[in-house]
Nanobody, 127 residues
């Protein structure tokens, strides 16, 4: 059974950092793309970062560019999202998602690109 499990969320102060993890199980390792998306209360789901493993490229929403970094270890079934210089507007439930379909730069931040989802981890940024 395909499973994704996020962890690493928490309550932090503005300017702090977090590292979110997404552990994948039940997969072969040749998934095409991983995305991190978030949803704040009363707001739409927003794609914040994605990784395309065909060429190891990563992409970021403008709102997080320069502050968030997506990474993974070769051969490791875990993908990470490093969140630096957190702001109150980063508060949301963060989901990781995976796709075995071909995903492109133009759609990798969109929810439609992904078939498998985790349950999310809460990030709260407040002073």
């Amino acid at each position: 059974q395909v499973k994704l499990a996020e962890s690493g969320g928490g309550l932090v102060q503005p300017g702090d950092s977090l590292r979110l993890s997404c552990a994948l199980s039940g997969f072969p390792l040749n998934y095409q793309a991983i995305g991190w998306l978030r949803q704040a209360p009363g707001k739409e789901l927003e794609g914040v970062s994605c990784g395309l493993w065909s060429d190891d490229s990563t992409y970021y929403a403008d709102s997080v560019k320069g502050r968030f970094t997506l990474s993974r270890k070769r051969g490791d079934n875990t993908v990470y999202l490093h969140l630096d210089n957190l702001k109150p507007e980063d508060s949301a439930v963060y989901y990781c998602a995976a796709s075995y379909r071909i995903v492109y730069e133009t759609n990798c931040l969109g929810r439609e690109a992904y078939d498998y989802w985790g349950r999310g981890t809460q990030v709260a940024v407040s002073s």
